[in-house]
Structures are given as C-alpha cells and as structure tokens.
C-alpha cells in the first residue's frame, strides 16, 4: 500500500494543488485545516508522513509539532511562510525532519517528501550488527537506537545522525558531514545539525546516557564513551 500523507494546511487552494501533487506521485492523502483537526486525524489514521503548516487558526503547527512528537517518531516537513532563520531551527529543535519555505514549486515539496519517506524507511543488510558505544546500542538494520536497553524516540533525522557518529567514535564529524549523512537531499542549513543533536543530547540525557555526546569546538561533534 502506498504511504499516506497527511496534509495540514489552511489555504484551501494550497492544500489542493499539495494534494494534486501527492497523489500524482501515487501518494494517499488526507487533510486538516486546523491544529486540532491535525491531531485528530494523526491519531485516527497513523500517517506515514505528515506536510505541517506552522501557521494555523487555532493550535499553532509548532504546538502540533510537539504534540506528534511526544507520540512517536513519524516523520514532518514543515511549510512555512516565514524565511526567517530562527523558525526553522525552533522548528528542527522540537522534532520536524525538514522544512520548505513559501512561495515553493510542489515538484520540490515532493522531491522533499520522497527523500524524507527513503530516509525513513532505508534499511540497511541483514548481516550489519548493532554499533555499542558505552551504554548506547545502535541497531542500523532495525532503526532503533538504545541507551541501558531503553529505546530513544529518536526521529528518522536524529537517528541518522547519531549513527554516523557511532560508527567511528572518537572522531569528529564536521556539520558538513553530518548534515551529508542526515539530509542529503535538503536544502537546510548547518545549524539544523545543532538543532537536531541538541534534541538528541537531550534523550541520550534522559536515559542515563549523558556524556556520551561531545560539541568539538570549530569542528563539531564525536560520540565517545568515558570521555
């Protein structure tokens, strides 16, 4: 069956001509108008992806956001009209796995949409053994990662990260090359590197994993146990 994307935007002309699109591509769609109609129907219909307007009557998109995320790891691009550097990375902090910026062409928010769908759902050879730095286990094959046997929430994005990290620790791992390795079909800044593994330093704290995670200062990041 074909992935579902749930479209959440207000403008009724937008939303249709993303819907057009999506399904075009051989994508089934669903709508919401609003934030808590966007909750209803992620909880009701379990998208594979969900297109997020930040800008909302009612529950903001970014409260939505935060919302999902508490819930699972399903993966979302936001769409916003706001170009503005700050809203995007508050956006990436709080979980989001890409964004578009208004006015975009919908050919590129579904170029966006099957890079984020792959990313999600690439696995890697059934012969690829879990990574284990310190406490932490990273099961590539499985997408899962965990800190004392506990799983992380992690989104496709943070996952992807944190498993290039782990597969050669010590080292330290520009932005650049992070970024490479976590979206490599996006368009995003490398701050978003920082949005994201802020997130991650956070859940790898939450589950006994602190000081796992290293800020190489003017190179970027390691993983490292016991450092």
């Known amino acids: 069956m074909s992935a579902l994307i749930l479209i959440v935007e207000d403008e009724p002309q ?99 949409v099957r890079a984020v769908l792959r990313r999600a759902t690439s696995t890697l050879e059934d012969t690829e053994r879990p990574v284990r730095v310190g406490p932490l286990e990273v099961d590539r094959r499985g997408f899962v990662a965990r800190v004392h046997g506990e799983t992380l929430n992690l989104t496709p994005a943070e996952f992807r990260l944190l498993s290039q990290l782990a597969e050669s620790p010590g080292r330290a791992f520009s932005r650049e090359e992070l970024l490479a390795a976590a979206l490599p079909d996006s368009d995003a800044l490398e701050r978003v590197v920082d949005a994201h593994l802020a997130s991650v330093r956070r859940k790898l704290d939450a589950a006994q994993g602190g000081g796992l995670l290293h800020t190489v200062r003017g190179v970027g990041y390691r993983l490292e146990a016991g450092a």
């Open 14 to 112: 937008l939303a249709e001509v993303l819907e057009a699109y999506a399904r075009q591509e051989g994508y089934r769609t669903e709508r919401a108008a609003d934030g808590n109609a966007a909750l209803h129907a992620f909880r009701a219909l379990n998208p594979d992806l969900i297109l997020l307007d930040i800008m909302l009557p009612g529950r903001s998109g970014l409260d939505v956001l935060r919302t999902v995320r508490g819930d699972g790891a399903t993966p979302v691009i936001l769409v916003t009209a706001r170009a503005e550097e700050t809203d995007q990375i508050v956006g990436l902090e709080l979980g989001a796995d890409d964004y578009v910026v208004k006015p975009f062409r919908p050919r590129e928010v579904m170029a966006r």
